[in-house]
DNA sequence: CCTACATATCAACTTCTGTTGAAACGTAGA
DNA sequence: TCTACGTTTCAACAGAAGTTGATATGTAGG
């Protein structure tokens, strides 16, 4: 990831609406959910919406696909890593303090151990 | 860290010239930069500058200390850190997939040793 | 105390971003 | 094919964010 698509990317979540449609696909997981459902859910009217899926789709944080009427978004993981990896490389250049407390939070979660709570 | 300051933060990294003095910043260390260094680096008019640096401080992302006719700009480590907890702990709600490769990504880093290349 | 230097504040302007309503597009069922 | 539904596109507006130049604040030295 370069600079341009990480300030996209930071852009993108700098937005209410936009984290917090996000945090919302996150925690729907890789079957996403229906536009009209992020809509509801965010409290966004649907073509203020699209507007937002597009620029979140285009900074490379979600993914569409259709599904009979419904256009069901998703969020890109991948993208999102990414983005953690940017920071990650950012705060290592030659200073180990800062990204001791990130690796905590990561040993604080379960995904380190492959065992969640949750799966 | 709660939503209205991550949004802070992620607002205040979607911008070229603040990407770039966050990075300049990081990258210089616990030391920091004066304030016209950094004007010098990122290249925006010192009248500007002020405005970004403001906005990063207000953010958390920065901090600053006089030091005689100079004003010392410096990372704010435990902020940006705080932003990539914030990052997983989205990430982390049922779906230790997407955090897998950030995982990968503190491994490849020298941080997790505490045995850096550059310390 | 006066000057020079570094940075911050202020007001004005410009540009970009987010919002809204109307209309178009694509899909499914009658 | 006609209608209903879900979503997107478009044009217009309102408001926020970034830039600039002039001015003010604070600090060090003569």
């Known amino acids: 990831m370069d600079e341009r698509q ?5 852009a993108a979540l700098g ?6 449609v996000v945090r919302a696909l ?5 079957d996403g959910l229906a536009a009209g459902v992020i809509a509801e859910t965010v ?12 620029e979140l789709s285009h900074a490379g944080l979600i993914t569409s696909r259709r599904e ?30 800062v990204c001791n407390p990130a690796v ?6 379960d995904c380190t151990t492959g065992d969640t709570l949750h799966a």
Chains 1, 2 share one sequence.
């Open 6 to 10: 990480a300030l996209a990317a930071f």
């Open 68 to 97: 009979g009427k419904s256009v069901i978004y998703s969020a890109a993981y991948a993208g999102l890593s990414d983005l953690v990896q940017f920071l990650m490389r950012d705060c290592c250049q030659g200073h180990p303090e």
């Open 26 to 30: 996150v925690t729907a997981g890789p």
């Open 43 to 54: 409290g966004v009217a649907g073509t203020n919406l699209s507007f937002h899926l597009k």
């Open 15 to 20: 937005q209410e609406h936009r984290l917090r």
């Open 104 to 109: 905590a939070a990561l040993a604080a979660c």
